[in-house]
């Protein structure tokens, strides 16, 4: 398998530590306040509604709908240049209300992505320890 | 002690000077030698010496206060120095802070200047080839952005503007308008640096960068400076110019740094800033003469001139296709063309453009009888502020 050349998330950050070890296992776990039971994203260390430094990681189905999205044409970077055009959507995930994630839309030419378009999670293994969840058309995944 | 409110420095501070650098794609010359030459001008422009000046705000990037002052010799008399770092909207805070500090008295005469080689030096915010916004959110942007290949400011703001584009009809045309205006008040400009006027097929016909974005929906870096210098009112009296009073400013915030997560996509800090400058300035969307709209891309016009409230969210289209923001229109708009067209120096080229058309001194731009001119900044998507000037 060629090297994979593209900038890798930080995956031992303490913060998302536990987002990026689900990722590995192939579950989508988000923020959760265990106080007040809102849900958060970016992973931050207190609840912005009540104030509790208590969180837990909470697992979602990973289905969504595309929120929005971009399709980049031009490569910024040597590391996308065989990508070109590529997109990149935010989904709303149905069972996390508030709760939106950015990821590439995979398994779909990019002018077939729309929004409101339904799509799940696919995890990549993009290296031996890191994981990047994708999503990709719904009818593509089952 | 009696309790003071923001209403209370309505014209309680002016501009009185202001300096600008030539803008270029690659001036040769340091980030400091661009902001002493701005700043230079300015003292000058507002008829007074480097031994007046007690405050300092320097930009979010580019030089520091140590190193204007070292250089103007002044370290010992600097009585006041602030340096916001909420991007682009940094130069309004800053103005905001200086006007608060010369109301309270503890400083008199404040230079505000920015000064970047943004279109040449290593530190440019459009390179590729590293991350943007240092800081805090350095780290969302590393982690759960940049390996989906979200790097630059154009896609945040492309991906804004597709959301815009799916609710309320927006087209790419007229982001052309926006374009297309904005060019055409360059060319009136000697200092601009694009001035050949373009059409909507021109926009419509230059490369696709980042869907829904063309190339020419996007501003160009340039290196160059600007200053602005701020005192009290009843000194202003005896400035070379007529005096710009500060009628009305405010800053608001909008979930910065986070194009993904907000609960209004569309939400920025326009909507709270634009609310408190006017309740200073006691003024309202209908009393504006000029507004000079920060512009970083086309999409931004549209945008600000909905939060601010021009027109209701989701009208800016139509409000700019209908020509209501050209020079003969009723909101003449960013009438030196613009980080698009003019120069981008991250918002303080419409605030020395502001004053001028208050002054009467904007050239061929001039709007007639302009009396109340609004200028707005913008940075990290987020955080703005907005300024009310007037004769």
């Known amino acids: 398998m060629a090297a994979y050349v593209k900038p890798l998330p930080e995956i031992e950050w303490p913060m998302a530590r536990e987002f990026w070890a689900g990722c590995k296992r192939h579950e989508l776990l988000l923020q959760q306040c265990q106080d007040c039971g809102k849900f958060r994203w970016y992973p931050q260390p207190m609840c912005p509604h009540c104030h509790s430094m208590n969180v837990k990681w909470t697992r979602s189905n990973g289905s969504g709908k595309v929120y929005s999205y971009v399709i980049t044409r031009r490569a910024f970077g040597e590391a996308w240049h065989g990508d070109v055009p590529f997109t990149i959507a935010v989904v709303e995930l149905d069972d996390v209300p508030g709760v939106r994630l950015m990821a590439n839309v995979v398994r779909c030419n990019p002018d077939d992505v729309s929004i409101g378009m339904t799509v799940e999670v696919v995890f990549d293994d993009v290296t031996d320890d890191v994981t990047l969840p994708r999503f990709a058309p719904s009818n593509k995944v089952r | ?391």
């Open chain 2, 1 to 391: 002690m009696k309790t003071s409110k923001s209403a209370d420095l309505r014209d309680k501070c002016a501009i009185v000077g202001i300096g600008e650098t030539n803008y270029s794609k690659n001036s040769g010359r340091s980030n400091l030698a661009l902001g002493l030459e701005a700043a230079l001008k300015a003292i000058e422009d507002a008829g007074l010496t480097v031994k007046d000046i007690d405050g300092i705000v320097p930009g979010f990037i580019g030089p520091t206060v140590k190193q204007y002052a070292s250089n103007l010799g002044i370290d010992q008399q600097i009585k006041f120095t602030v340096n916001p770092s909420i991007g682009g909207a940094s130069q309004g805070a800053g103005i905001q802070a200086a006007a608060a500090a010369i109301y309270a008295g503890i400083a008199t005469n404040v230079l505000c200047v920015f000064a970047f080689n943004g279109a040449s030096s290593r530190g440019r915010i459009s390179r590729t080839d590293r991350m943007v916004n240092p800081g805090m959110s350095a780290t969302y942007r590393r982690d759960f952005e940049l390996p989906y290949g979200f790097k630059i400011p154009a896609q945040w703001f492309a991906l804004i503007c597709k959301r815009h584009m799916h609710e309320f009809g927006t087209t790419s045309r007229q982001l052309g308008a926006v374009a297309v205006t904005l060019r055409k008040h360059a060319s009136l400009n000697d200092k601009a640096r694009y001035r050949t006027p373009i059409s909507i097929e021109d926009h419509q016909n230059s490369p696709m960068i980042v869907d829904p974005f063309h190339l020419l929906d996007f501003s160009m870096e340039t290196d160059g400076g600007a200053a602005v210098l701020v005192t009290s009112s009843e000194r202003a009296r005896n400035a070379r110019h007529r005096p710009v009073y500060i009628m009305g400013i405010g800053e608001g915030h909008y979930f910065a740094d986070d194009v993904v997560n907000k609960p209004d996509f569309f939400g920025t800090g326009h909507r709270e800033a634009a609310h408190r400058a006017f309740a200073m300035a006691g003024v309202t969307t209908r009393d504006i003469d000029v507004a000079e709209i920060y512009d970083g891309f086309t999409f931004h016009v549209i945008s600000h001139l909905e939060e601010i409230g021009f027109c209701k969210r989701g009208e800016g289209g139509p409000f700019v296709e209908e020509g209501h923001i050209g020079l003969d229109g009723d909101l003449p708009t960013t009438t030196h063309g613009g980080c698009l067209s003019h120069a981008h120096l991250s918002g303080m080229s419409h605030i020395v453009e502001a004053v001028r058309q208050t002054r009467g001194e904007a050239g061929r731009a001039q709007v007639k009888d302009a009396e109340i001119v609004l200028v707005n900044t913008e940075g990290n998507v987020g955080d703005a502020t907005v300024i009310i000037l007037r004769r």
